[in-house]
């Protein structure tokens, strides 16, 4: 089978460090996690363009500019909000997805809570979605175990841009 072979994406997206969870766009913006150096955290997510209009790599950029660990990224399709696992407070478990709204200026907005619904004393994380965002599936970590769980990605409906 012609292409079935893994390709490295190349060092403009690969570093020297761990880059790991990608995620993308309809219009293929990629989103993934990485310690790279320059992070503001023990992990940040990047943002990167695959190819310019004259088909050069883009150099991945932080995704956001707050502090703490920030991993395991999941981007809406059209890029309206970014989630991620967290260990910053705020939260109710030791790892937590926390959403950025991306505001219609391009910034993003500061990360909050998903609520109880979600966030729990124990360890949430990888969270992803359909496309359509009819629901969120995300893993759960309790007592040594990890299972998968969903929601109605109603509690998604806040984050979408106005």
């Known amino acids: 089978m012609a292409g079935a072979s893994p390709r490295r994406s190349g060092r403009s997206f690969n570093s020297d460090r761990d880059d790991t969870t990608p995620t ?22 990047y943002r990167a363009r695959r190819r310019t209009a004259g088909g050069r790599s883009r150099e991945p950029r932080r995704a956001g500019q707050h502090a703490g660990r920030k991993y395991d990224p999941f981007i809406a399709a059209d890029e309206s909000y970014l989630i991620f696992a967290s260990e910053r407070p705020g939260g109710f478990g030791w790892r ?25 004393a124990e360890s949430e ?8 965002a009819s629901n969120l599936f995300f893993t759960r970590g309790r007592q040594g175990y990890d299972d998968l769980y969903w929601v109605e990605a109603e509690v998604l409906r806040d984050l979408r841009r106005p």
């Open 24 to 45: 993308l766009t309809l219009d293929g913006t990629l989103y993934f996690s990485s310690n790279r150096a320059g992070s503001l955290g023990q992990n940040d997510v």
């Open 96 to 120: 937590r997805p926390l959403p950025e709204r991306h505001e219609p200026d391009g910034s993003w907005g500061e990360p909050r809570n998903l609520g109880p619904a979600i966030n729990t």
């Open 125 to 132: 994380y990888t969270p992803c979605s359909l496309r359509t």
